[in-house]
């Protein structure tokens, strides 16, 4: 293993945990505005 192949693997490992750990902030943050959707309509109703 050259340092060329380490630096692309630590890189593409890099983005991908960049992708997943976004994906799941970008679902929690889903999550919290529908719950919070959700009760507002509850307390307007």
Do not use: G, K
């Not at 945990?17 to 505005?33: K, P």
């Amino acid at each position: 293993m050259d340092l060329a192949a380490d630096a692309t693997i630590y890189s593409m490992v890099a983005a991908i945990t960049t992708v997943v750990v976004d994906a799941m902030a970008s679902a929690i943050y889903l999550e919290v505005v529908a719950v919070t959707a959700l009760v507002v309509v509850a307390v307007i109703l």
